[in-house]
């Protein structure tokens, strides 16, 4: 079975700063998606950035970044620029596309993210 | 473009009544639909999913039910509502295998769901 850890249940960072949130999973599969979402406190779950295990370069999106290290099993996802919006509880998560109809997820505890002005 | 609805937004229920949670899923077809359940600071428990009409698939046994009567809507239920039952509800969709978009989950707005 696949297991996703989040080893960090809260965080704090400064305004303007940046943030690094760790993940590790555990899989023999080498075909997988790996995701950040994000929670804010309205518990809204937002996709925050997406990434394919076939591909080698890290998925951007604007001030999210992640660095994925397949033969370590890790998937972290940095912050830049840290906003007060960006507070919000960030889960990892883990997909292996299905041969047949059904595609599990499978989700990290979260972490807690406090960005302070 | 895709887009999922729940209903409703937040209720409060007494211990022993009926529950009836909703899901929709516009703009797609044959998505696969699942039930979470969130508990207050804690990470997301997958209740049941569905590949299909009538298809209903549950991960742990539990007070509730679930039921897909239509291509893209997905029934939470409950005969007796348990104290244990409360907490945040969220409905996804993600494309079958053959669509686009299939490897991301996308999710609905929630329910909070109190029993008193």
């Known amino acids: 079975a696949q297991t996703v850890t989040q080893s960090q249940p809260e965080m704090s960072v400064q305004e303007a700063e940046t943030v690094t949130l760790s993940c590790t999973y555990d899989t023999s599969e080498s075909n997988y998606y790996l995701f950040w979402y994000k929670q804010p406190p309205s518990r809204q779950m937002i996709l925050v950035i997406r990434q394919e295990a076939y591909k080698q370069q890290n998925a951007t999106e604007n001030r999210f970044s992640v660095n994925f290290q397949k033969a370590a099993k890790s998937f972290s996802l940095k912050i830049s620029d840290s906003q007060l919006g960006d507070t919000a509880m960030y889960f990892c998560?883990?997909?292996?596309?299905?041969?047949?109809?059904?595609?599990?997820?499978?989700f990290g505890s979260g972490t807690k993210l406090n960005v302070k002005p | 473009s895709q887009t999922i609805h729940q209903w409703p937004a937040t209720l409060v229920q007494p211990v022993g009544s009926p529950l009836s949670l909703e899901c929709t899923v516009e703009g797609t077809s044959n998505p696969n639909l699942y039930w979470y359940r969130q508990a207050a600071g804690r990470g997301l428990q997958l209740l049941f999913y569905?590949?299909?009409?009538?298809?209903i698939s549950s991960e742990v046994p539990q007070n509730l039910s679930a039921s897909r009567p239509q291509d893209r809507q997905f029934i939470l239920s409950s005969k007796k509502l348990l104290l244990s039952d409360s907490g945040f509800y969220l409905c996804?969709?993600?494309?079958?295998?053959?669509?686009?978009?299939?490897?991301?989950?996308?999710f609905g707005p929630g329910t909070r769901l109190l029993v008193l």
């Open positions: 998560a883990f997909m292996k596309p299905s041969l047949y109809n059904f595609n599990k997820f499978y």
């Open positions: 996804a969709w993600s494309a079958p295998p053959t669509g686009t978009h299939q490897e991301t989950q996308y």
């Open positions: 569905s590949v299909g009409i009538g298809q």
